[in-house]
Each structure stands twice: as C-alpha cells, then as structure tokens.
C-alpha cells in the first residue's frame, strides 16, 4: 500500500515537473522578444521612407513601364522627375507616401523584432554565441516570411497609389482610389482577401533578398571584428555601419531585383496577369531579360540610402 502511494506521489511530482519545464520554455520563448527591436524597426522604416520616397514611386513606374499598357512612359530619371512635376505637380511624386510609411515602418519593426527575436532562441538566450552563416540566412528567412503576412496588403496599396497617373478622370475611373483607407476598402470589395494578396508569391521570393542581405551584413561584422581580434558582436563606428548596410544591399538587389518587378507587375491595376508564371513569360516575350530589371537604377538610388539610413537608426537605437 505504501509502495502504490510513493508510485503514485512520484509520478504526480514528475508530470509537475514536466508540465513546469513546458511553461518555463514557453515563457522564455516570449522572453527573448526586445519591443526596442521593433521601435527602431519603425523609427528607422518611416523616416528614410519619408526622405526618399520619390526614387521609390519612380522605382514602380519603371517597373510596370512594359511599352503595351497605356501609362506614362519616361526615358531616364530625370525625364521621369520633370514629367511628373509637370503633369501631378510636386504632390505626384508623393503618391502612396501614407501607406510607404505605414509599410515601411511596419515591415522594418516586424522584422527586426522576429528576426533578432528567432535569432536569440536559436542561440538559447546567449548572445555571445555566433550563429554562422546558415542560421543567420535561416533567421532573415522566418522573419521574412513573419512580416511579409503582415504587411503585404499596405504594399499592395502603396503600388496602386503610386500608379495613379495625373492624367486619369477621377469621376469615371471606378479603381481610383482616395487614400490608404480607401484603397484598402475599394480592393477588399471587388477583389476579396485575394486581391490584397496579389504579389505575395514573387514577394516570397523576396525574402531571399532579405536572407541574403542580412546573412551577407552580420556576416561581414563579425569577419572585421575577428580580424580585430575583438568579440564577434562589438559595436562598430558609423562609418563601419555604413558600409557594410551598403555592401550587404547591394549585393542582395543584384541577385534578387527581378522579383520586386514581377511583384510591382502582377499589384498594378492597369495590368491582368493570369499568374506569376503568365507575368514572367510575357515579360520576358515582349522585353526580355532586360525587362525583368527595369526601374533598377532609381531601386539602387533608393535603397542604398534607405538601407543606410534605417541599419544604422537600427544599430545605434539598440546599442547598449
């Protein structure tokens, strides 16, 4: 009898324990979530969005430019700065900045937030253990696909407002839209859940752009600090900051820019595409390969400063 209530005293004590040990790690998986991550996400989103928001209109311009559909077609990049001023005037060149901000800030806060948030749990709580460059890659990935869930509705959005022409009637024209909310509302409508969906498949493949980036940015920190025989997560000066954001970036557009037109593509209400694939192959009919890597120069001209500007936003908000 005795022996049947230590049994049972025994195994009450270990399904405790066990159900202890489950919370316990639960928990700590929420403690690895730093909220400074996410403020310096948005902080450093919204305001290089708001500095350069202009390149990036001209950047989805370009993009959908495929010489077929009746939208304004530009030469260069200062034919398309003049020609938007003339015909919109200085408010043209910042359509869709409402829902770019909004995106832009929520995309960097929420990726940050989830990648430095997995980051931390893969190294078990202890920063000072380096991940290499297949966890890092990993990481970027999650957060990616984390945040593109989230926020792929605002860059619907931010596309349709930015290919809004100045020349369209606004009394006939029933896919005008008068802002964020009313694009958001005006899409739901007629197209669904789907419709604010349109460019999440080739923004999947964005998200190697992402991975590549940050892999190729913490890698390069952490080789230039083991060359200065220093720990692998020292802090660096600006200038350092600065490079490496640069570097990574362009590094990551080269490899992955054919996407971000595809996506631009595919959200563009002035264009039907069947799919992704049906996108890819009249592109690549009609233009070539040269097609897939329209709006590249104001992408680059954009970014880099962008990247610039919100890695080291990032950087020194979190800096402790």
Excluded at 174 to 184: F, H, V
């Amino acid at each position: 009898m005795f022996s049947g209530n230590t049994s049972n005293n025994t195994e009450a004590t270990m399904k405790n324990h066990t159900t202890k040990n489950n919370y316990n790690s639960n928990l700590s998986l929420f403690n690895h979530i730093k909220y400074e991550h996410l403020l310096a996400g948005i902080s450093g989103g919204a305001i290089s969005t708001l500095i350069l928001h202009p390149l990036d209109l001209m950047k989805i311009r370009f993009a959908v430019s495929d010489g077929r559909s009746a939208v304004p077609q530009y030469s260069s990049l200062t034919s398309a700065f003049y020609t938007i001023i003339k015909q919109e005037g200085v408010k043209g060149l910042y359509r869709g900045v409402a829902p770019n901000v909004w995106g832009s800030g929520s995309a960097w806060g929420c990726y940050f937030l989830f990648y430095n948030s997995i980051k931390t749990w893969i190294q078990a709580g202890d920063s000072e253990k380096p991940l290499g460059a297949t966890l890092h890659m990993l990481a970027a990935a999650e957060a990616g696909v984390l945040t593109l869930l989230i926020t792929n509705p605002i860059w619907v959005v931010k596309t349709r407002l930015c290919l809004q022409y100045g020349s369209e009637n606004k009394a006939v024209n029933s896919n005008y839209y008068k802002g964020m909310t009313d694009a958001l509302v005006k899409i739901y409508r007629s197209e669904g859940v789907r419709g604010l969906y349109r460019g999440f498949i080739p923004g999947m493949f964005g998200v190697s752009h992402g991975a590549l980036q940050f892999m190729t940015y913490e890698e390069m920190k952490t080789f230039y600090n083991q060359y200065r025989s220093l720990p692998f997560d020292s802090k660096l000066t600006t200038t350092e900051y600065l490079c490496f954001a640069a570097i990574s970036k362009l590094l990551a557009a080269a490899a992955t820019y054919p996407y971000q037109v595809i996506r631009a593509r595919l959200q563009d209400q002035h264009n039907s595409y069947k799919g992704t694939w049906d996108c890819i192959v009249k592109t690549f009919k009609f233009e070539g390969m040269r097609g897939f890597y329209k709006g590249c120069a104001p992408y680059l001209l954009h970014v880099t400063p962008n990247i610039c500007l919100v890695m080291l936003i990032y950087e020194k908000f979190t800096n402790k």
